[in-house]
DNA sequence: TAATCTGCTTGATTTAGATCAAGGGTATTT
DNA sequence: AAATACCCTTGATCTAAATCAAGCAGATTA
């Protein structure tokens, strides 16, 4: 059940088995179904999630009911609404389970505890925040940048099986433009090149 | 010189005096004049900078010469292509000072061996890319669910003063729309609401 | 097996914002 | 004080992508 966990520990710092143990001791397993909610709009997110297994989304809904997707989450990879999640404030994203998933989690003050008692904890999330905030910066010039072909071509090149793992409406909602405007994309670059 | 900082650091973790110092000791200071550059396109980044004084942009420039602005960093902020920071690889984007400015400079040696010899500063480097990651990460979700109208209205209301620091090309800019379109927004928002 | 969904495609039309172009005001430079 | 540069505004036109609308194939359910 730890063991994404452990390597993704283990990639950013040194901990002994003991300390491993002690780090495990601090989340709670869950399974979630495909199509599930970890977090509705309106609810406090309670957790950061590792996911061992499967894949999540996190998405925003506006005001047409349109669904903009945030992140993808998938073996490996953390996600949450970190803005509810510190301040307890009510989150105004949804976080579901694209296919069936393992999960653990671990609430604010479980992380609190374990940076306490493990501290050598702190490099390991200030080093997976520098990732992802490396990564969120690249979306945002990318979406400044680039036409919509440029940023679907980018998204492949950097993650190219993610067309075999959800679906093209998912990857359009990603990248901010219809499923329409992305099969007429894919079409367009399949033929002529 | 060190003010700006201390106090960023004292929000976030306790030191006392001779860390405070030692930690000082770290940092290089440097001014820089409006205009001049403190990181080029195709360059390494090799400074993380904060601005203890003044007005810094980091921006992209894309293949028809158009400048996109990644981030603004004023007092008590921090600035730099991460990625190239890292990585030592160079880098696609440029830092340049919007208005005179004050700089603690922090090399990636340096921040290595501050680290170790003064390992809070992990927790208060945690805390503060937590920080960068949920305004990055709202301003995904802004460029994707938002109309031009609706992300300068939210701008506004997150950074009421920022129009009295830097230029409404800078702001466009920044939005991902052109000058114009900002202009526009602004006559429509002022006469009729 | 038929029936309802769900995801993808293709076509016609619309639209938000870009581009192109010009003019005016205010700093900054000479 | 003139010259130059920089920034903002306004108008006319254009365009990438959205929206609206159908239809179709594969999966899921009855």
Known sequence: MYEVLAKSIREKVFLNE???QLCASFFTPKKLRKKQYLLQ??????Y????EKGALRSYHVDKKDQEHLIQFAFEGWWIADSYSFLTEEP?????DALEDAELLLLTLPAQEELLLKVPKMERYFRILLQKSLIAMQRRVVSS???TAEEKYIKLMEAYPNISQRV???QIASYLGITPETLSRIRKQLASGK
């Not at 709009?41 to 309670?46: A, I, K, T």
């Not at 989150?91 to 976080?95: D, Q, V």
């Open 167 to 169: 679906a093209q409406q």
């Open 48 to 51: 950061t999630a590792f996911v």
């Open 91 to 95: 989150s105004a994203y949804n976080i």
């Open 41 to 46: 709009e309106g609810d406090v997110c309670r």
């Open 18 to 20: 003991d300390e491993m």
């Open 144 to 146: 400044l940048s680039y």
